[in-house]
């Protein structure tokens, strides 16, 4: 059974850092894109962070400069890098994955909340 399971979230004060894990698992696969989306209550899910399977990036406006997107082919892993995080920043966070052959993927969504 193919699953995204991210991990990593919680509690940080503003200006704190944290780092988000996402890991496929199963076999009979090759991730092709990657990336992060988050939702805040009562708002649309929202792209912040593309990786194509050989490292091209892109970022959202809103977190260009203090996140960083990467990704471990060899462990079918994900990571975002956080950094300078805002009270703005409070969502939950869900990565996706393309595997090829087999389709389109969803995590479960990791809480982060930034509060003091």
């Known amino acids: 059974q193919v699953q995204l399971v991210e991990s990593g979230g919680g509690l940080v004060q503003p200006g704190g850092s944290l780092r988000l894990s996402c890991a496929a698992s199963g076999s009979s696969f090759v991730i092709d894109n990657m990336a992060w989306y988050r939702q805040a209550p009562g708002k649309q899910r929202d792209l912040i962070a593309i990786?194509?399977?050989?490292?091209?990036?892109t970022y959202a406006d809103s977190v260009k400069g203090r996140f960083t997107i990467a990704r471990d082919n060899d462990k079918n892993t994900m990571y975002l890098q956080m950094n300078s995080l805002k009270p703005d920043d409070t969502a939950r966070y869900y990565c996706?994955?393309?595997?090829?052959?087999?389709?389109?993927?969803w995590g479960q969504g990791t809480q982060v909340t930034v509060s003091s």
């Open positions: 996706s994955a393309e595997l090829r052959p087999l389709g389109h993927y």
């Open positions: 990786i194509a399977r050989f490292g091209t990036t």
